[in-house]
């Protein structure tokens, strides 16, 4: 099959890569800003732990925010050559260069790690020099101590980083050689990949998030946080897409059929997130146990009932009804106006499980943790322009590529 | 190319292996529409082997002693049972709950793998969705039996009521059940035989005497091939697919629930929901396994339903196996991090206390034999993987062993605790209901359409007429 | 055959065309000549394949189809009626207390909903289809062809209806055979005889005359008598081999079945009832009191009253404080020795007066008459009946009931003396507290002097004598 393209149409917009500075300084502005807001706002910046306590959880929400898209990417490169995927040839590079945006992730990382070795527990209590809860006090003997952690960290991140980047070095020579034998070679190995990323990630969530209360606890957590980033991956390839599609790249090569089965993927994993979220819910509200029960409550107390109540028509209800709509997925506009809710309900999820924690629904500090997530993404977005430079957007050479042009959705 | 399969069976067509940007056949031996036709039709057209007369005569024999049993069960009392304190739910939910496990197969092939435009499910959706028709009824026998007084069932309706006055308990999940159970039963059926509609027709006009084609032709509505009848159909069988795959998780979920709003130490855990789903799924896949490898060599199916859909179909139950294994490691973790010593004790006494050997059976069978899989070689072996499917049933049924009676036989109080010890009835009841689901099995066999013709020929058309022209009529993997 | 219905004979009338049906070995053959019938201007088509050929509906112009939305309300139906139902059922109609949880619609409710809105919704999708396609429809002119049978196997037809707008017969026969089909036939109605067979009208006649037997026979049953004993499907279950209370066994000494309270245990909630809120009187006070006085009511004992002060406990515990001297009694009158509640342990004020006054007037008239002389309706009527056992209700007034502690006018109230039954089921201990307050203030106010009243309150009384 003969596919005209212009080399140009598979390259990074020049404008982008002039912008990219001017992105990642923005983005740094808003951060500190951010930070500084979510820090003084408390209470006219009087109670200085009670600042940090928002600065730190603030910083956290908004680090996993951008990092479960890089995470969900390398699962989903991994699925789609477990499955042997065609259909997503087109696209599958962007993916590819999300998941190799978790090295500059690591760096993001730095701050929530290096504040452990002050002996700072605004974010982890459990790092805290007298622990009055027993329950906390013998974990933190061995398990959520900072050496521990630490180590763990390091391991999750050389997984992520290693796994990543060896499946994109074989997508890179492909492009070189077209030789199918890199294909088969990822195929082969994506197995035993994806069992490893299953475990590693389920304790990354246990160990960076459900920590921050550290006597409470919940199976279902790591499946939680693999929801809502699925979510928000694709989410945000449906919006760079359509961003490199509007500087005039990639237009025959994405297709109204790709966006239309991303749109598919985001609405499963609207319903698969309220699903799980749902289920956590129901199983802790029926027993009603107070060891469990503290974590809900902590969310519907000190104003952040409305917000957490919210939570049901930001992230489910509405991009349910909108997405639901075969037009609404066949129509490139409305699918990022749809995407950018998702992505917004995605980061205001993220906010719900990390910043109730910190204390009192306040305005300050909350205005100050939204600029952070918008410095963070503008951050996110310097890195993805950094990390996408001179390299191709399409893996022109995957001898699937034929396939992914061809298909449709008849009726679905 | 020679594999174990091939040498043991000349039909079989090693299809499995892939040459990415070349998808290999779905249909093997050069099929065309009317080929298809004639394979498939041929199963009910033609004489029974005489292995189905026997297996059917074993397996009715077997249901009818279920139905005895059931008689003498309604009229003795469920004392006839190992139920007792304080071990209340043992073997009759453990089989339920096995059995609607089984059943979610059928719909995972039917609509989720529609959904994402896995044409190899066709050739295994028809069977695959009667097994779960059957797996549903053998299911929804044990709640309707174990309630105690069975004739009162039906007080679990909202039917308005002047003896009563009451309504049923809608917050109760075993209420929540009657619902996600009944739906589920009622939407497979449906569509089940909203599939077997244009198939039907083709029994209809293939049949020789007058009364198959009036009992056909009354069965397929009359049904033409209209274009107009098949736009309205495509869109309705995607719509009720749409459905069914949230209506699947949902099942198993609500089954999960009956044990997760406890307050029950390995009971109470998040992770249930999805734990459950995903073995449910496994337990489903290794049952189609089980009964598909024997249903094409018997009928000479092997061209429609190739090494490639055994293969694919095993992989599957590879990676539930796996999600099993994730969900067992994770809830081991948190009962050592919640530092909840009953949750820490309902782990060590699963492993090494009085029901030990349960636990490790269900420990072999779920988490060590699904991973034979990776080995190519066992995957597309018919012989073992019929055997691998079959020690994961049992394991599956283990499991639901362990996680229902180690938790109540050893809970809070250490003065309550009781050995459950199951009896002669517990046994041939679960026995008998494997009768059922044979004879009703045989039954779909002998009348209906066990492949989904018209699926699999717009399969063979759609990849015909595609832009590898020269790979007419194979059908193919998208 | 003798017997034959007359019939239409068939040759003698033209069977109906219905239009023009063109058969395809191959559907790419059928989608371009599809295209060419559209292009002419047909509207009336359709065709007829063993499976759903991708294309067809743009080549012959069919319109996409509305089931979508008749399938969304459906579940939105769906979705309002089982929330409806829940709140209803559980929240309104029969409120269920369980665990505490809120009335009405909870996150419990969710699971319920979501099925029946997939129920809904499938149902509908299934059929809306079977309907919008006009099925069932069990004959059908397109069936008369034998060839037609291969359009559910392996040939493609394409059919153009004479009720087309722009159908002539001769132009459409020449456009199909422009696209070379494998066989080109006009449709004609079926002329074989359509009556139903002999056999199936029999056999659905039976089917329906069996179906009404067990009508008759529940009926019958609920419209006749019988002297038989109505049969116990489960005997051991309607005649169960245990004892209800009240009834006498063997396995006991004392032949009861209901078992008193074990000796030393305290029942829940009876350790409240040790206050002397509860009681009338201070149970830590009774040390010094041999327990067996408690349980026993002399009712015809003599009047010495025990010496306490001497005596030693039965279990040995040491003597504690002395209880107080008990007040004197009438010689004749059972003595009840316990430390009475001297002071009113609850608010003397307007609110508790006007409770205890209701509640006197609703329990206590009755007997003992509104203003506590033993004079109520109740002995009136037995007293006017004069059948020889009855006693009049003590009056209130007598030095003896008005020298009585609060405390132990509340422990008669709670254990009830003589005739008079126990009031503490239908008095709660702060009702009862409330109705001692009120008798205590009748009998202030029939032995009374101008002192008691507050002085500017005197003129009051001038008023009530006029």
Known sequence: MNLNYEKSSIELPDAWRAKSPILLSAGLVCLFIGMGCAFLGSANGEDKSQGFRYLTHSYLANF????????????????????????????????????????????????????????????????????????????????????????????????????????????????????????????????????????????????????IDADWYSTIFGVYLFSGSMMGFFAMMIIISMLLQKAGKVQKLVTVEHFHDMGKFLFGFVMFWSYIAFSQLVLIWYANIPEETIWYQVRLDNGWAVFSYSLIPIHFAIPFLFLMSRHVRRNRIALTVGASWVLFAHWYDMTFLVMPNAGPLEVMPLFGHFLGGVGMLCIFGAMFIQRASGVPLVAMRDPRLPEAMSYTNPIL | ?????????????????????????????????????????????????????????????????????????????????????????????????????????????????????????????????????????????YPGIHVGRAWLAFWLLPYPSLNLWMWPQFRSPLLWDVFAVGTYASVSLVFWYMGMIPDLATYRDRSKSPLRRMVYGVLCLGWTGSARHWLRYEKAYTLLAALAAPLVLSVHTVVSFDFAVSQVAGWHTTIFPPYFVAGAIFSG????????????????????????????????????????????????????????????????????????????????????????????????????????????????????????????????????????????????????????????????????????????KGILSATAHSAHGHDAGHGHDH | MSEHKPRKSPEKKMPKAFGWMAEYQDENNLLVAARKVRDAGYTKTDAFTPFPVH??????????TVLPFIVLSAGLTGLATALLMQWWMNGVDYKYIISGKPFGITPASIPVAFELTVLFSAFTAFLGMIALNNLPKFSNPVFTNPRFDRATNDRFFLYVEAKDKYYNRESVKELLSGTHPDSLDEVIEDTTPSELPRPIILAALLLVVAGLIPAMIILNMRAGFSTSPRFHVFFDMDFQPKKKAQQPTTIFADSRIMRPQVKGTIGRGQLDEQE??????????????????????????????????????????????????????????????????????????????????????????????????????????????????????????????????????????????????????SLNPKERWAVVLYVKALQKSRNADIDDVPVDLRSKLDEVKK
Request: hydrophobic letters at 50%.
């Open chain 1, 64 to 211: 996993t925010f951008v990092f479960s898209f890089t995470i969900a990417a390398l699962f989903f490169i991994l699925v789609q050559f477990l499955t042997r995927a065609g259909w997503s040839t087109s696209i599958r590079r962007l993916a590819e260069i999300l998941m190799m945006m978790i090295p500059y992730l690591a760096l993001l990382f730095l701050p929530i790690l290096i504040p452990l070795y002050w002996g700072s527990s605004s974010l982890y209590e459990w790092n805290a020099k007298d622990i009055t809860n027993s329950v906390v006090a013998s974990k933190a003997t061995f398990y959520l101590s900072k050496e521990f952690f630490t180590l763990r960290s390091v391991v999750y991140f050389a997984f992520w980083i290693l796994a990543a980047t060896w499946f994109f070095r074989l997508s890179r020579a492909q492009d070189e050689s077209g030789d199918t034998e890199l294909s088969l070679v990822r195929q082969k190995w994506s197995g035993p990949l994806i069992m490893v990323f299953s475990l590693v990630t389920s304790f990354a969530a246990f160990d960076w998030l459900m920590s």
């Open chain 2, 1 to 141: 190319m020679a594999t174990i399969a091939s040498t043991f069976n000349p039909r079989e067509i090693d299809n499995t292996d892939d040459i990415p940007g070349r998808r290999a056949p779905l249909i093997t031996g050069n099929q065309t529409y009317g080929s298809v036709t004639d394979i498939v039709c041929r199963v009910a057209e033609e004489p029974q082997p005489m292995l189905w007369y026997i297996l059917f005569g074993f397996s009715s024999l077997t249901a009818i002693t279920f139905l005895g049993l059931i008689g003498f069960l309604i009229l003795t009392g469920v004392g006839i049972w190992g139920n007792m304190n304080p071990v209340f739910w043992a073997w009759p939910i453990v089989n339920f709950v096995f059995w609607v496990g089984i059943g979610h197969a059928g719909t995972l092939i039917s609509a989720i793998l529609f959904l994402f435009r896995q044409n190899w499910r066709t050739s295994i959706n028809r069977a695959a969705e009667a097994m779960t028709i059957f797996a549903v009824i053998c299911a929804g026998i």
């Open chain 2, 285 to 456: 896949f290794a049952m189609v396994v089980t009964l598909l490898v024997p249903l094409r060599a018997i009928y000479k199916l092997e061209n429609l339903i190739t090494l490639r859909h055994l293969d694919n179909m095993n992989k599957i139950i590879l990676a539930t196996g796996s999600l099993v294994g994730l969900a067992y490691a994770t809830e081991f973790f948190m009962a050592w991090y919640s530092q909840n010593q009953y949750e820490g004790f309902t782990f060590m006494n699963r492993a090494f206390g009085p029901y030990w050997w349960a636990y490790w059976t269900m420990v072999t069978c779920n988490v060590i034999s699904p991973q034979l899989f990776w080995f190519k070689k066992l995957r597309t072996s018919t012989f073992w993987m019929v055997v691998i499917s079959i020690f994961v049933n049992i394991g599956m049924w283990f499991e639901r062993f362990v996680i229902t009676v180690t938790s109540l036989s050893r809970d809070f109080l250490p003065s309550s605790w009781g050995y459950f010890r199951p009896t002669l009835f517990d046994g041939l009841m679960f026995f008998g209901s494997f009768g059922v689901f044979l004879s009703l099995f045989l039954l779909f066999c002998r009348f209906l359409p066990t492949i989904a013709m018209s699926e699999v």
């Open chain 3, 55 to 64: 294309g067809i509906d743009e080549a012959l112009g069919i319109k996409p």
């Open chain 3, 276 to 425: 002397p809120f509860y009681l009338g009187y201070d149970p830590a006070k009774m040390t010094a009191i041999d327990n067996k006085n408690l349980s026993v009511f002399v009712s015809t004992q003599a009047a010495k009253l025990p010496d306490t002060s001497a005596q030693t406990p039965a279990d040995g515990s040491p003597q504690t404080a002395p209880m107080t001297t008990p007040p004197a009694m009438a010689p004749g009158t059972p003595a009840l020795n316990l430390p009475w509640t001297e002071k009113l342990p609850i608010d003397a004020n307007e609110e508790t007066m006007a409770l205890g006054k209701l509640k006197f007037e609703t329990y206590c008239a009755a007997c003992h008459g509104y203003a506590g002389f033993g004079d109520g309706l109740v002995h009136k009527r037995a007293d006017s009946l004069a059948q020889g056992y009855w006693l009049r209700p003590t009056s209130m007034h007598i030095d003896r009931v008005r020298n009585q502690p609060v405390g132990q006018i509340f422990h008669t109230i709670t254990k009830g003396q003589g005739k008079m039954a126990s009031y503490a089921a």
